[in-house]
């Protein structure tokens, strides 16, 4: 199924999901089951998750850690018997040879709060992926989200896994959420994860936060950031050196507030001769008393390997920086 033809109106409605209840009803199992047994994960980078994998004890997985978390192959008996039938029951294991099993999904913890999202290597378009910018990312919404208004309705947007709008909306009270994104496996495991962290929540299909109708109180967003040759949907963030996308969707976001809503981005940055693009464009085009601005480098050097790449190497990017930005819809009688 080709992710960019599927009608919005049918995943805003949840038609999208016919035929998958049995498989939605085993992962929740699957995530209830796994809190029980307080199973916890960290996800690394990419590059050093290539690297654990590398060692000669890591080939084959010894225990659910292992499946779950680092996506080895294992032996049936390796996992509990319940967690194994979960997981066929969801569709969700695969032959690996050798009567060796392989988990199709992913489960992380952030915040204490377990997400699904999509196995290693994630190199599908349709990929859907939570890695060290989403710990950076929650962490950022908890230090910047403000006081919202009971019934606060929050929008996250290209919302992946999930993991922004849930953080949002569990430190929010009785908050409206809303998880938009272009890609359907990224909706339906972002609902899944909301729904286990008993979340009031709903799904659109979005190709920008201009699809999302309505105003919000606040908005969350992390969009793809990196220059990548591939044009992997959550990865690349097209030019602006893989800027674009965290622009076009400050200047569509910032519009859908209401007065005295915020909007949360977390991104990553090109840095060339001393330059922050992004830090630029945005205080150009929101000039003006109808904003407060807050940005900040969050990190100054990250994903450091993309670097040796060509689309890095040919612009003479110095480094990538992950950035936080807020901003702030300012209140009529503050902002006269």
Request: hydrophobic share 40%; with cysteine.
């Amino acid at each position: 199924m080709d992710y960019t033809e599927i009608d919005r109106e049918a995943v805003t409605a949840g038609t999208l999901f016919d035929g998958q209840a049995g498989r939605r009803d085993a992962l929740l199992a699957l995530l209830r089951a796994l809190d029980a047994l307080r199973y916890r994960f960290v996800t690394p980078t990419p590059a050093t998750h290539a690297r654990v994998l590398a060692r000669s004890s890591r080939r084959t997985a010894r225990d659910l850690r292992d499946a779950l978390g680092w996506s080895l192959p294992f032996a049936p008996a390796t996992l509990p018997t319940d967690i194994l039938a979960l997981l066929e029951a969801a569709g969700a294991v695969s032959s690996r040879g050798d009567d060796m099993l392989g988990c199709d999904v992913r489960v992380s913890s952030v915040d204490d709060v377990l997400f699904l999202h999509s196995a290693y290597p994630t190199l599908a378009q349709d990929a859907v992926f939570l890695g060290p910018d989403s710990y950076r990312f929650a962490d950022l919404i908890v230090a910047k989200m403000g006081h919202l208004p009971d019934d606060a309705r929050i929008l996250d947007y290209a919302a992946g896994a999930g993991v922004g709008g849930v953080t949002a909306a569990r430190y929010a009270r009785r908050a409206k959420l809303v998880l938009a994104d272009i890609n359907p496996k990224a909706s339906f495991l972002s609902s899944v994860n909301a729904e286990h962290a008993g979340l009031d929540h709903r799904v659109e299909h979005a190709r920008s936060p201009n699809d999302v109708a309505g105003q919000f109180d606040l908005i969350v967003t992390h969009p793809p950031f990196m220059m990548d040759d591939a044009k992997r949907a959550y990865r690349d963030g097209g030019d602006l050196y893989g800027a674009r996308l965290s622009l076009d969707w400050v200047l569509e976001g910032v519009n859908k507030l209401t007065s005295g809503g915020r909007l949360l981005l977390h991104t990553g940055v090109s840095i060339v001769d001393g330059h922050d693009v992004l830090r630029e464009e945005v205080h150009r085009q929101l000039r003006g008393e109808g904003w407060s601005i807050d940005y900040h480098e969050l990190d100054p050097d990250i994903f450091s390997e993309d670097l040796e790449t060509p689309p890095y190497r040919h612009h003479d990017v110095e480094r990538i920086a992950a950035v936080g930005l807020c901003v702030t819809r300012m209140s009529d009688a503050a902002a006269s």
